[in-house]
């Protein structure tokens, strides 16, 4: 197979990018961004374009293996095995284990993966469901975001990213869009061209702050009394919308009576912000429309996380900025189109373990233990928190695990059975964007490396293999790809074309033509359900965990390198702990200094970079990072709790408080 393909990026990224995808003799040798999608624009992040190194790397799993007889977990100590010996060795422990300890023995752990419809929640799901297996919360990221966002408007689409050229302010809350969704930015820069001001709410000066016309460097875990401290000011002054909430929305009484404690100053105390910077980023966005907000994912991952994420959303509610082209808010698009899920069979009543507590888990539960635990689409031991004790989890003899990768992660090297599995390269795949308003699918480019399989494929075999196969199962991509759109007449015309756009349309205008998806079709700003579900009323505010020990609240946020985890064999070089050069001096800490990270839950030894981008008291280590990063192997997942947002079973990543010192001191 040779020439340039059209094809699409499903991974981690709001952006969904369409893709021009050269092959050479059956080798993929370049991979550029075409104009399919009308948010690539022809470019791509260097994540993709260098996605080919991961594909042909030296680390590349490419054949079963099987754990050596007597070798340690954790010293990837293995042999080849057939795919044929792999299977039957799954198959045999996963079906004594159900009949003799119960399916909920058994243990899928599972993330996002490479993110496509087709290798997540398609054949796993129907082997796992129809074993009677535990489920997994999968709580790392977007948890808190959904429940609230859904809890609020139902799922209701955002603003189209293209739009934000429209705006005349633009409120960047809680991303970088330079590490996570490149094509954001120029329509950022397109409005500021034609007079937009910029807002950007973040502990660190990154690229798009220091363009902006304001920076609020508030403390990890602020969010919310920020939040409501904006909402009392609107209501205070006169500026809340009170026509369009009387007709649009509920809640707007109840949500003002439990933002009135949140005075600016307050909210300043807080958040380490000046009130008047407060003030001025409250002035400027009840006084300029269109306003356009950009929600991320950093809110969300801290103890008040659903509270901040649903606090933030009510706010072009409360100030009246939707009905226009430009104004009202982006959190995720994912559900703009009325897709069907590949497996419709209802799920077990069996127990649910969260992802942010898989450790606990695997050394603590009972009735019965875990023993046998799938891992696909996942490196948990480089991505869930309070890494300790899931490292100690998976070196429990007894626990018998599988691993599925494309590469030999840190997790695979606890394995007793790895199976090697495709890139989005070598199997087709359906994806809509959260970002971008597209769904696209695409046929694989090039032949599986090795004897690599996709994963709907092994999940389908193990299926017949344990008795467990249905007449209506299709697991082959036309038949989910049929399931997913509702119809042959569909999934022919997304097969052959390769992309589609919602019902609503490529630009559609909150409340002109897209409403809130919830039952009265009214925003919820107290949503009942969200309200009953935590132990404090939503919006209750819990206090930041720092004590004198551990002063200094560590973030751990995306790269420009990685996504999540993935790409994480690329990265060789050692990775460091940022600090602010006070915190640092006060520390007799200089730059390439090695230095100690620690809490309670354990210990990074890494060198020091001295940012000043930084605001004091906030050191910063990079999400998804790998054991090979720092010089003791452990990374800031090694010092996150396994702790839990306020709603929906979200993770704390960002309530992590640690003390560094450098080496030797």
């Known amino acids: 197979m040779s020439g340039t393909l059209e094809r699409m990026c499903p991974l981690d990224c709001p952006d969904t990018c369409s893709l021009d995808v050269t092959v050479e003799e059956g080798r993929v040798t370049r991979i550029d961004g075409n104009h399919k999608n009308p948010l690539t624009e022809g470019y791509i992040c260097g994540k993709v374009r260098a996605y080919a190194e991961h594909v042909y790397h030296p680390t590349r799993l490419l054949h079963p293996l099987v754990r050596e007889l007597g070798s340690k977990k954790g010293a990837a100590s293995f042999r080849q095995a057939s795919w044929d010996e792999a299977l039957a060795l799954i198959a045999a422990r996963l079906r004594s284990l159900r009949d003799e300890r119960g399916g909920e023995s058994i243990l899928p752990c599972y993330y996002g993966g490479s993110n496509g419809k087709f290798t997540q929640d398609s054949s796993d799901a129907a082997l796992f469901r129809r074993l009677g297996a535990s489920k997994m919360h999968r709580g790392l990221c977007a948890a808190a975001t959904t429940a609230a966002s859904v809890g609020l408007y139902g799922g209701m689409p955002g603003i189209p990213l293209p739009d934000y050229a429209h705006a005349r302010l633009i409120v960047v809350?809680?991303?970088?869009?330079?590490?996570?969704?490149?094509?954001?930015?120029?329509?950022?820069?397109?409005?500021?061209?034609?007079?937009?001001?910029?807002?950007?709410?973040?502990?660190?000066?990154?690229?798009?702050?220091?363009?902006?016309?304001?920076?609020?460097?508030?403390?990890?875990?602020?969010?919310?009394?920020?939040?409501?401290?904006?909402?009392?000011?609107?209501?205070?002054?006169?500026?809340?919308?009170?026509?369009?909430?009387?007709?649009?929305?509920?809640?707007?009484?109840?949500?003002?009576?439990?933002?009135?404690?949140?005075?600016?100053?307050?909210?300043?105390?807080?958040?380490?912000?000046?009130?008047?910077?407060?003030?001025?980023?409250?002035?400027?966005?009840?006084?300029?429309?269109?306003?356009?907000?950009?929600?991320?994912?950093?809110?969300?991952?801290?103890?008040?996380?659903?509270?901040?994420?649903?606090?933030?959303?009510?706010?072009?509610?409360?100030?009246?900025?939707?009905?226009?082209?430009?104004?009202?808010?982006?959190?995720?698009?994912?559900?703009?189109?009325?897709?069907?899920?590949?497996?419709?069979?209802?799920?077990?009543?069996?127990?649910?373990?969260?992802?942010?507590?898989?450790?606990?888990?695997?050394?603590?539960?009972?009735?019965?233990?875990?023993?046998?635990?799938?891992?696909?689409?996942?490196?948990?031991?480089?991505?869930?928190?309070?890494?300790?004790?899931?490292?100690?989890?998976?070196?429990?003899?007894?626990?018998?695990?599988?691993?599925?990768?494309?590469?030999?992660?840190?997790?695979?090297?606890?394995?007793?059975?790895?199976?090697?599995?495709?890139?989005?390269?070598?199997?087709?795949?359906?994806?809509?964007?959260?970002?971008?308003?597209?769904?696209?699918?695409?046929?694989?480019?090039?032949?599986?490396?090795?004897?690599?399989?996709?994963?709907?494929?092994v999940f389908a075999e193990l299926i017949e293999r344990l008795g467990l196969a249905r007449p209506e199962d299709d697991f082959t991509p036309l038949g989910m790809l049929r399931t997913v759109v509702g119809s042959d007449e569909a999934a022919r015309a997304l097969a052959s074309d390769g992309i589609a756009f919602p019902p609503c349309g490529e630009h559609p205008v909150q409340f002109v033509d897209v409403f809130p998806r919830t039952s009265d079709q009214k925003i919820q700003l107290v949503p009942a359900s969200l309200d009953a579900e935590g132990e404090q009323p939503l919006y209750a505010y819990r206090d930041d965990p720092a004590d004198a020990r551990h002063p200094l609240a560590l973030i751990s946020p995306a790269t420009e390198k990685l996504i999540s985890s993935s790409l994480g064999e690329l990265l060789t070089r050692a990775q460091p702990l940022s600090i602010h050069p006070d915190d640092a001096q006060a520390r007799g800490i200089s730059e390439g200094d090695s230095v100690r990270i620690w809490n309670a839950l354990g210990e990074v030894v890494t060198h020091a970079h001295l940012d000043p981008r930084l605001r004091p008291g906030v050191v910063q280590m990079n999400k998804g990072l790998w054991s090979h990063h720092t010089q003791n192997g452990a990374t800031a997942n090694a010092l996150a709790p396994d702790t839990l947002t306020d709603r929906a079973g979200g993770a704390c990543f960002n309530d992590a408080r640690v003390e560094v010192a450098r080496v030797g001191s």
Not at 372 to 385: E, S
Request: one cysteine or more; charged letters at 20%; hydrophobic letters at 45%.
């Open 173 to 457: 809350w809680g991303t970088n869009p330079h590490a996570t969704g490149i094509h954001f930015v120029p329509f950022v820069r397109r409005a500021q061209a034609a007079g937009a001001k910029l807002v950007v709410l973040d502990p660190r000066a990154t690229k798009l702050a220091l363009a902006s016309d304001l920076h609020l460097a508030l403390r990890p875990g602020t969010d919310l009394p920020l939040a409501l401290a904006l909402h009392r000011w609107l209501f205070e002054t006169g500026r809340a919308d009170l026509a369009f909430l009387a007709r649009h929305a509920r809640g707007a009484d109840e949500l003002r009576r439990r933002a009135a404690p949140w005075t600016i100053a307050r909210a300043a105390e807080v958040c380490g912000l000046e009130p008047q910077v407060i003030e001025r980023f409250a002035r400027l966005y009840a006084e300029t429309s269109p306003a356009a907000l950009r929600c991320g994912w950093g809110p969300e991952r801290n103890r008040n996380g659903c509270s901040a994420i649903a606090a933030i959303l009510a706010l072009p509610a409360v100030a009246g900025k939707f009905g226009v082209r430009g104004g009202g808010y982006t959190m995720s698009n994912g559900r703009a189109f009325p897709l069907n899920p590949v497996v419709a069979e209802p799920e077990p009543a069996t127990r649910t373990i969260n992802s942010n507590q898989l450790g606990r888990a695997l050394l603590e539960q009972r009735d019965p233990e875990i023993a046998a635990l799938f891992v696909y689409n996942a490196n948990p031991l480089a991505t869930f928190p309070d890494q300790e004790r899931v490292r100690r989890g998976l070196a429990r003899e007894d626990l018998f695990t599988v691993v599925f990768d494309q590469v030999m992660t840190d997790s695979a090297r606890f394995a007793d059975v790895v199976l090697p599995a495709t890139t989005f390269l070598e199997h087709a795949e359906l994806r809509n964007g959260y970002g971008a308003l597209a769904l696209q699918y695409a046929e694989a480019s090039i032949e599986p490396l090795g004897e690599a399989r996709a994963n709907y494929a």
